[in-house]
């Protein structure tokens, strides 16, 4: 059982900059991949980003160019770099692993993380 936990959300400016971190625990995290997705009240949850193990990496075309995902399996982490950031991108950010599924459906789930961009 692998366990998920986000920090790094907050309240930021709009043009500023966070970086999400998803510590994971339990498991061997190499192996998995890792997506973060995104949430509003009333809408589905939405791809962000995702990395592969093999380290390819795909983002959804509202963040292309100001979100970058990474990952440290030394530390058995991955980051959500967000910079530029728009209140459109004001949500609850989630982190998931996935081995045996796929990115549409990963196998675990963190708890999640809220990003406010207001002035």
């Known amino acids: 059982q692998v366990q998920l936990v986000e920090s790094g959300g907050g309240l930021v400016q709009p043009g500023g900059s966070l970086r999400l971190s998803c510590a994971a625990s339990?498991?061997?995290?190499?192996?998995?991949?890792m997506v973060w997705y995104r949430q509003t009240p009333g809408k589905q949850r939405e791809l962000v980003a995702a990395?592969?193990?093999?380290?390819?990496?795909n983002y959804a075309d509202s963040v292309k160019g100001r979100f970058t995902i990474s990952r440290d399996n030394a530390k058995n982490t991955v980051y959500l770099q967000m910079n530029s950031l728009k209140p459109e991108d004001t949500a609850v950010y989630y982190c998931?692993?996935?081995?045996?599924?796929?990115?549409?459906?990963?196998?675990?789930w963190g708890q999640g993380t809220q990003v406010t961009v207001s002035s």
């Open positions: 998931g692993a996935y081995y045996y599924s796929d990115y549409t459906d990963p196998d675990y």
């Open positions: 990395l592969t193990s093999g380290g390819s990496a």
């Open positions: 339990g498991g061997i995290f190499s192996i998995y991949s």
